[in-house]
T-cell receptor, first 111, second 113 residues
Framework: KNEVEQSPQNLTAQEGEFITINCSYSVGISALHWLQQHPGGGIVSLFMLSSGKKKHGRLIATINIQEKHSSLHITASHPRDSAVYICAVRMNNNAGNMLTFGGGTRLMVKP | EAGVTQFPSHSVIEKGQTVTLRCDPISGHDNLYWYRRVMGKEIKFLLHFVKESKQDESGMPNNRFLAERTGGTYSTLKVQPAELEDSGVYFC???????????FGPGTRLLVL
């Protein structure tokens, strides 16, 4: 079982819908990252958070350290949001800062 | 400021051949990471350089993989000899200090036939 689990694996939404992608992890962490990868594109870091909530434009990321859970929300979704969203964590016992990744959530937003 | 670059973007080789992937981190970034995604699996850590030194190579799958970062600037990852299961996307990332956001390159798509 992977230490980082994402749900759903695939998500299709209509333009304008509110979207939530979930990430659960089973280890103590020092930080959690949300990453985005467009088809054929590279990986872009959206957020790095260790507590609370962060917002950037239509994207909101929250984390609950006690419950070992994070969510990525997209408000007023748009077809250009279609991408793979990846959750990755930096574990507490990791002196080297390497990331452990979830399997990704493939999002398609239809016009 | 230029981002992380990787070369080549794609490589198709036959089993048994050698391939060398290159990563140029963001200028001034001491930390350089190699990751790999094999088809259908999550991205996995391979190794971490701090400047020219290997900080952690616990993710390297076997001794067919050799990573170097001479001079602490760009890094190469050589696979020799390549096997079918080495096919995947190899990502490089860099950060200026531990704990900072890692900036990813576009990846090299390797296909071993």
């Amino acid at each position: 079982k992977n230490e980082v689990e994402q749900s759903p694996q695939n998500l299709t939404a209509q333009e304008g819908e509110f979207i939530t992608i979930n990430c659960s992890y089973s280890v103590g962490i020092s930080a959690l990252h949300w990453l985005q990868q467009h088809p054929g594109g590279g990986i872009v870091s959206l957020f790095m958070l260790s507590s609370g909530k962060k917002k950037h434009g239509r994207l909101i990321a929250t984390i609950n350290i006690q419950e070992k859970h994070s969510s990525l929300h997209i408000t007023a979704s748009h077809p250009r949001d279609s991408a793979v969203y990846i959750c990755a964590v930096r574990m507490n016992n990791n002196a080297g800062n390497m990331l452990t990744f979830g399997g990704g959530t493939r999002l398609m937003v239809k016009p | 400021e230029a981002g992380v670059t990787q070369f080549p973007s794609h490589s198709v080789i036959e089993k048994g051949q050698t391939v060398t992937l290159r990563c140029d981190p963001i200028s001034g970034h001491d930390n350089l990471y190699w990751y790999r995604r094999v088809m259908g699996k999550e991205i996995k850590f391979l190794l971490h350089f701090v400047k020219e030194s290997k900080q952690d190579e616990s993710g390297m799958p076997n001794n067919r993989f050799l990573a170097e970062r001479t001079g602490g600037t760009y890094s190469t990852l050589k696979v020799q000899p390549a096997e079918l299961e080495d096919s995947g996307v190899y990502f490089c990332a860099s950060s200026s200090w531990l704990g900072e956001t890692q900036y990813f390159g576009p990846g090299t798509r390797l296909l071993v036939l």
